[in-house]
């Protein structure tokens, strides 16, 4: 089984031990382990996003870490993608409290997430709560 790796973990690993990198790294460590670590381009056009950093810089970190890039997600990652964004955007409407506003990248992460067949995130509960079939684990949980 493959694990696909949510941005935030990554960000987690290029901010430094401040910011939880080592617990990212022993997470990305134990599920290469077990499989194929993947990333699909949302997240590394995100990861571009973090400030300072180059596309050499995330390459580089990619490939210490062992991760590779999903570059062609498939109509049916975008069309589940957009399910989820539905039924989110649906939830988010009726709720009576304060739901955090999400992005549909979130959305494509997690529908990429479920071709690989897990997810590595500190987010738990937008992927568990929109993708119910997926293995979602956090970085103290592997």
Do not use: K
Request: glycine letters at 8%; a negative charge.
């Amino acid at each position: 089984m493959s694990t696909a790796i949510d941005t935030n973990i990554l960000v987690d690993l290029l901010a430094g031990e401040d910011f939880g990198a080592g617990e990212a790294a022993r997470a990305l460590d134990a599920l290469h382990q077990r499989g194929a670590l993947v990333i699909c381009g949302v997240v590394y056009a995100e990861l571009l996003a973090y400030p300072g950093r180059t596309d050499e810089e995330v390459a580089a970190v990619l490939d210490a870490a062992g991760i590779r890039v999903d570059w062609d997600l498939g109509p049916s990652v975008w069309r589940s993608a957009g399910r989820a964004y539905a039924q989110y955007a649906c939830r988010r409407r009726q709720a009576r409290t304060a739901v955090p506003r999400r992005l549909l990248a979130d959305f494509v992460i997690g529908a990429h997430a479920l071709t690989a067949g897990a997810l590595l995130t500190r987010d738990l509960g937008i992927y568990r709560a929109s993708f119910p079939e997926l293995a979602v684990w956090a970085p103290r949980d592997v």
